[in-house]
């Protein structure tokens, strides 16, 4: 896989003219671009086709929870923008997973990627709306579920990642975000990685917001983020 699939930049702005911006901004360093809740809010799915139609991979950070139904609907409808990643909240169950795995079969290349816990969530949190165990085992559990149920992927911090890849093997998608170069601030992230630990750790795919949007040189900060990827990433594996 081209190191740059692996690097995907976060356009967590409120406008199109912001995003082309920044799309613009960093060139060829990156190929992917995830548009999440605020953009999607924003400029809706016209901003998806813009991307798409220049040549731009988009994943879709939508984080779909409801009945089977809808969440395969929205699917179908996320696969027909062209997306190449999709984003489904794994405690929507394994029926809700599994309508959503055979919404996007049209598309064999759409990675169906499943939310465990959400980072902010500690084991405080998990117990008030009632789970026992903890974060890892619920991250564990839902991993499973998910893909059991034919997701290709889940979101995952780097913390998460080393459990995932002895629990579940190399033939799947880990993304994860909370990656800073060394010496970059880690803004409102309260653990941060270089994205050469989070490869250590198993990520197959890096999200990176702030450090390359508000860069001086959007550009160089992804090419050096590149750079890290390039020499890390195993050669041999095929994810
Ligand atoms: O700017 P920054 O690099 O912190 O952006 C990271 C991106 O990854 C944001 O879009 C954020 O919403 C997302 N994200 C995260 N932590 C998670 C899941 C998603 O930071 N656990």
């Not at 799915?45 to 609907?73: C, Q, W």
């Not at 996320?78 to 309508?99: F, P, Q």
């Not at 055979?102 to 500690?122: C, F, H, M, N, R």
């Not at 026992?132 to 979101?155: I, P, T």
């Amino acid at each position: 896989m081209d190191p740059r699939q692996r690097l995907i930049v976060a356009l967590d702005v409120s406008t199109a003219a912001a995003a082309r911006k920044i799309v613009a901004a960093v060139g060829d360093s990156a190929q992917t671009y995830k548009v999440g809740m605020q953009l999607y809010t924003a400029e809706g799915p016209s901003m998806v086709r813009e991307l798409v139609g220049s040549g731009r991979r988009v994943f879709l950070d939508l984080k779909y929870h409801d009945i089977p139904n809808t969440v395969g609907a929205a699917v179908r409808e996320a696969s027909e923008l062209g997306v190449c990643m999709l984003t489904v909240h794994a405690s929507g169950g394994g029926k809700m997973l599994r309508t959503a795995v055979e919404a996007a079969q049209g598309k064999p290349d759409l990675l169906i990627l499943a939310v465990t816990v959400l980072t902010s969530l500690d084991d405080v949190d998990l117990g008030k709306i009632g789970l026992r165990g903890g974060v890892l085992d619920q991250v564990q559990r839902l991993a499973a579920l998910a893909l059991s149920n034919g997701c290709k992927g889940v979101v995952a911090s780097a913390q998460e990642a080393p459990a995932l890849r002895g629990e579940f093997g190399r033939d799947f998608a880990i993304v994860t975000p909370g990656v800073r170069l060394a010496g970059s601030g880690p803004h409102d992230q309260a653990r941060v990685v270089t994205p050469a630990e989070a490869i250590a750790a198993g990520a197959s795919h890096i999200v990176v917001g702030r450090p390359i949007t508000e860069a001086a040189d959007p550009a160089a900060e992804a090419r050096a983020i590149l750079g890290q990827i390039s020499t890390q990433y195993p050669v041999a594996s095929n994810q």
